[in-house]
């Protein structure tokens, strides 16, 4: 077995082990979380919060040194991550609810007064004659090399619990995230819930920032949404889907850094949940790539097939060969160029629903709707048999409706 | 000795009727969008708020159900605080207001409008499902249950959101131009709803544009332009002179006289 499949199936030693774990748990959460602020459109809040995280490592290595310690405990230094990173939030929030700032203006003006004051703070630590300062500054890209059991079940509890309030909240987050109006009308208080989806991701962002750092969790919580988005066309299923491609790119990165040490875990974690990504860009169904290449080819088909049987039903020749060639392979013409019965019946078809759409123009004042008229979608895909009824009946006599 | 009451009883706000409004004010900034407005809607009546564009139409609605902040007045939907009664009402707000290429389905949509039986946290059983797809088929959309929404045309749109408003069987329904943007069908499709609705015992109130169908649609309507100018049955109310002083010179003298012409 090579070092790589080792690592994938926990056979690299009791470290990598732990870290891979924790990676796939860590992802599942900020998948997950990370998929309402997608769906609520507020996705760069997250890196706001994350950023926000760094002056409060610093407060409270100051204070933990100030009091006696070393200043190393990690609980003490997620405490103050998360107390500043909540401040962060609630500083934009205010912002944008007291002023004309708009939320972009307002992340941005936060993340980097608080990352700069971070910065500072590490640098006035750096220079400080107690304490034990090394390695704090892993918080901004994350490390696992000094990865210890009760790190491992930090992650783990954690993201256990944001999972589940993500379950628990399900339903009010979607509703705030597709309709803020009607939930508030149905009696959702809409800040709370916003408040509690920032905290979601607040959650994550503390527990992963030991092992990604604060800079790259951001990408943990939008890669994994934006990736899932491609599969699927409901909001449940988005949020559960990117957990999984979150937990997918954890444990795979992890697994890969353990198996080469010179490759850093949390970027390696980073590329890995991108490339699925990219995967997903070029060939997930309907809104991939290749499926859109593949569903235009197919459109010029159906355009070629549509325009032969016009030409049929108004008895004109046909000289377009990829025209020729559809129709006779669907035996809509005979080799001779000649119209089949099948082809006669198609093209009657297709003049009646001509004639339907030019009645639905006159009666429908819906644009966005007589605008999806493109000579090819089937009428009774756009509209109602109701309303298809009232188009008929404007047509007049059967003898007018062609064919049928 | 007579008692002395410090609570101003001779105007009570009418119990019975489905949303009363006394006072009201509403501001953004220091410029009100209403004004001390008055209103009283009849319980199982089709009413029709009306007005010109920026008269405070839809925020009527909006803060009537609390959605944003009040600076002065009272309201009462069914003689009782609105965050009490919340489960009797069913809002279908504008259309614009949603963002078309969110992840949901029409019937997902419509399951929202059931999640405060469902509750938070319970699976959606088949019994959920077969209501929202019997509210979608009561609109015609049936056969769009698992159309992605954004792939829906706008009046198609317009009738999933009244299906996830008849989801929630509510006794009182508050629309928020019902009829914008939506076409012939779509219209005859939505005003056939709300008059099964009335003839059910709900009441409807609704923000609407087309005053040429004013008569038609409504028994109750009230015109407003920042106050209220008019309120009161379609037929004594909906008058010439309301109507100008409702839209000033926005309409022309010629316009008004067909409008009362056909309402008489």
């Known amino acids: ?404 | 000795m007579a008692e002395i009451s410090l609570v101003d009883t001779r105007n009570a706000l009418d119990p019975a009727s489905p949303l009363a409004v006394r006072g009201l004010t509403v501001s953004y900034g220091e410029k009100p969008a209403l004004f001390s407005l008055d209103a009283t809607f009849p319980a199982g009546a089709m009413s029709a708020i009306v007005g010109p564009n920026g008269a405070g139409k839809s925020t009527f609605l909006k803060a009537a159900l609390g959605l944003i902040p009040r600076v002065s007045g009272e309201v009462q939907v069914f003689g009782r605080d609105v965050d009490r009664v919340r489960d009797r009402i069913a809002y279908v707000p504008q259309r614009a207001s949603v963002d078309w290429d969110f992840p949901t389905t029409a019937i997902d949509v419509v399951l929202m409008g059931l999640y405060g039986q469902i509750g938070l946290w319970r699976r959606i059983s088949g019994q959920y499902k077969a209501r929202a797809r019997a509210c979608l088929d009561r609109v015609g959309m049936g056969e769009f249950a698992d159309r992605q929404i954004g792939q829906l045309s706008g009046g198609q749109q317009q009738r999933v959101f009244l299906a996830r408003a008849l989801a929630q069987e509510a006794d009182l329904f508050l629309l928020d131009e019902p009829f914008a943007g939506v076409d012939a069908a779509t219209e005859r499709a939505i005003i056939d709803v709300l008059k099964s609705l009335q003839a059910d015992g709900r009441s409807i109130v609704a923000v609407h544009h087309d005053l040429s169908t004013v008569p038609d649609y409504f028994d109750h309507v009230m015109l407003v332009n920042l106050r209220r100018i008019a309120e009161g049955p379609v037929r004594q109310v909906f008058t010439a002179a309301a109507l100008s002083e409702t839209y000033g010179g926005r309409l022309g003298a010629t316009q008004i006289d067909t409008l009362t012409l056909q309402g008489a």
């Open chain 1, 1 to 404: 077995m090579g070092p790589f499949l080792e690592a994938l199936t926990f056979q690299a030693g009791y470290n990598a082990a732990l870290v891979a774990i924790g990676a796939a748990l860590l992802g599942f959460a900020a998948g997950a979380g990370g998929s309402f602020l997608f769906l609520r459109k507020r996705a760069l809040v997250s890196d706001a919060v994350a950023h926000a995280t760094l002056p409060g490592v610093g407060i409270a290595f100051i204070v933990m040194v100030a009091l006696g310690g070393d200043g190393r405990s990690l609980w003490g230094l997620l405490i103050g991550s998360a107390v500043s990173a909540w401040i962060g939030l609630l500083a934009v929030e205010w912002m944008v609810r007291r002023t004309r700032l708009s939320e972009d203006a307002a992340i941005g003006a936060i993340l980097s007064v608080f990352f700069g004051l971070g910065i500072v703070l590490l640098t006035i630590i750096q220079g400080m004659s107690r304490g034990r300062q090394a390695g704090l500054e892993d918080f901004l890209l994350g490390s696992t090399a000094g990865m210890l059991f009760q790190d491992a079940m930090l992650i783990a509890g954690g993201g256990a619990l944001v999972v589940a309030a993500i379950w628990l909240l399900r339903r009010p987050m979607t509703l705030v995230a597709f309709d803020p109006a009607f939930a508030a009308a149905r009696g959702v208080n809409v800040r709370r819930v916003d408040l509690a989806m920032m905290g979601l991701v607040l959650a994550v962002t503390v527990i992963g920032l030991k092992l990604v750092g604060l800079i790259l969790i951001v990408a943990l919580l939008i890669i994994p949404p934006v990736t899932a988005r491609f599969w699927s066309q409901r909001a449940e299923t988005v949020v559960w889907t990117a957990g999984c491609i979150g937990a997918v790119s954890g444990w795979v990165g992890a697994a890969l850094s353990a198996s080469a040490p010179a490759l850093p875990t949390g970027p390696i974690i980073v590329l890995v949940a991108a490339g699925l990504f990219a995967l997903s860009l070029l060939f997930a169904p309907v809104r991939g790539v290749a499926a859109s290449l593949m569903a235009r080819r197919a459109f010029q088909r159906r355009v070629h097939r549509r325009q032969g049987l016009l030409a049929l039903s108004r008895a004109e020749p046909i000289h377009d060969p990829l025209t020729l060639r559809i129709l006779r392979r669907e035996d809509l013409i005979r080799p001779d160029g000649v119209a089949t019965d099948t082809g006669r019946a198609a093209a009657a078809k297709v003049a009646r629903d001509e004639r339907r759409w030019s009645i639905a123009r006159q009666l429908h004042h819906d644009t966005a709707l007589t605008g999806r008229y493109d000579g090819l979608t089937p009428i009774e895909q756009v509209f109602t048999p109701d309303e298809i009824t009232h188009f008929d009946a404007a047509i007049g006599g059967p003898n007018l409706a062609g064919g049928t």
